[in-house]
């Protein structure tokens, strides 16, 4: 064990630590928002307070071990463990474990009212489905893990970059990703194209054309129970937490059944409120469609009385070029339509530009600079062009379980937190 001086008023100590409660005290510092070195400081403040050590933790296997604790805290704390006639490597262990024991996980959080993301554009092949699985599965990776996460940084250079440079900034520097724990949410994902697209590439089946079916239950034709449809997707990745309501592909009829329905903008919400219960998040894989399947999906995801703005509502998927800018127009035409209509309010959660790849050249970067500049909706997701979600497709696995590491997963992740 050795001790030196820092220029912040802390000492460095460098002892020994067991693997796993290392990997413990990582993961309930993260969950907490606190730093390492100041949890280690009030479990050794903690255990130093105590008339006697606590229960011996196994420390076989301890290696390397450095943190910062303020000046006299470490001689303190060696006068202690020699007085109890304990080892500094059993001492250091049992004070962490106080302070893991003293400082449990806090629950998940979990809002009042179902939160409901609508992916959409009225463009095909921008990559809405892969976005709307990509969030449903960051949301729902396990709180108690940590996962690579892309901070702010490239999203905050697209906000700033034209008062700095004039330039988007969008480099993937390593240096950019934290680990941090899943959000632990309960997710159900809706593929909601006739299509088919989302069923398929997380390895499920889609439902028979003569059988039971979402469009089914808009239409008021439900022959059972929804929940009876819904499958879990990779229980041993997110532990039973994500779920997906298959497609069909009577969806195609949709919206000639809907136009005999009554009150057809609201068929979504009376189909899937039984759900909703069961879930924290709902995400809509939306087709692209001008019809009145998007009417509903957009009546869904508007915000209720009972709900803050931005909690739920549309999240956009363009790409950097000029045919999803006219999709665009179209689909927030669309919106405002319904908004003025029926008097609703329908947030934007933002723009993800898809497939990023700047090696396009100048169509990609200033169609890019475009969508920053429309400023509300904000853009809060650049996911990159790479193999991966190709890959994970062709595998039918989901991209986190897949390749939790990739640059892809990563940024999904931060993703999720941008419009959580």
């Known amino acids: 064990m050795s001790m030196s ?10 002892s020994k630590l067991p693997g796993w409660l290392r990997q413990n005290l990582k993961i309930r510092t993260a969950q907490l928002g606190i730093e390492i070195q100041t949890a280690v400081e009030q479990g050794i403040a903690a255990w130093c307070d105590l008339a006697s050590a606590t229960t011996s933790v196994d420390t076989g296997g301890a290696d390397s071990f450095s943190t910062f604790l303020p000046p006299g805290q470490w001689e303190e704390f060696r006068g202690i463990t020699e007085n109890r006639r304990v080892s500094l490597i059993q001492g250091l262990a049992q ?11 806090p629950d998940v959080q979990r809002s009042e009212v179902t939160r409901r993301v609508i992916v959409c554009n009225q463009k095909g092949g921008v990559g809405k489905t892969a976005i709307t699985a990509g969030v449903g599965e960051a949301l729902s990776e396990d709180p108690h893990r940590l996962f690579p996460v892309r901070v702010a940084k490239a999203l ?4 700033d970059s034209e008062h700095q440079t004039g330039t988007v900034e969008t480099d993937n520097d390593p240096l950019d990703v934290e680990k941090l724990p899943g959000h632990g949410l309960r997710v159900l994902l809706v593929d909601f194209d006739p299509q088919c697209h989302l069923t398929n590439q997380l390895g499920a089946a889609s439902l028979a054309m003569h059988g039971d079916s979402l469009t089914n239950h808009m239409a008021g034709e439900a022959k059972g129970e929804l929940r009876d449809l819904i499958v879990s997707v990779d229980e041993e990745h997110f532990g039973g937490r994500l779920h997906l309501l298959p497609a069909c592909h009577d969806a195609f009829l949709l919206d000639v059944r809907l136009s005999a329905v009554r009150a057809r903008e609201s068929a979504l919400e009376r189909a899937l409120l039984p759900l909703e219960a069961d879930y924290d998040v709902i995400i809509i894989d939306c087709p692209p469609s001008l019809g009145l399947s998007m009417d509903a999906a957009a009546y869904y995801g508007r915000r209720r009385e009972d709900e803050g703005p931005g ?7 363009v790409q950097a070029e000029d045919s999803s800018a006219d999709a665009y127009d179209l689909l927030t035409n669309q919106i405002e339509d319904l908004r003025n209509d029926l008097a609703l309010d329908i947030d934007y959660l933002g723009i993800v530009v898809n497939l990023y790849d700047s090696r396009r050249g100048y169509i990609a970067t200033s169609s890019l600079q475009g969508w ?3 400023k509300d909706p904000k853009v809060v997701g650049l996911i990159n062009d790479l193999k991966e979600q190709k890959e994970a497709v062709r595998m039918k696995q989901p991209l986190l379980s897949y390749a939790p590491s990739s640059q892809q997963a990563v940024a999904m992740r931060a993703l999720a937190r941008e419009i959580s």
């Open 5 to 14: 001086a820092t220029s912040n008023d802390r000492a460095k100590v460098v």
């Open 95 to 105: 004070s962490v474990q106080l302070w893991l024991d003293t400082n449990p996980s």
């Open 156 to 159: 905050t250079a697209i906000r």
């Open 311 to 317: 909690q739920s509502g549309a999240l956009i998927v």
């Open 372 to 374: 920053v500049d429309i």
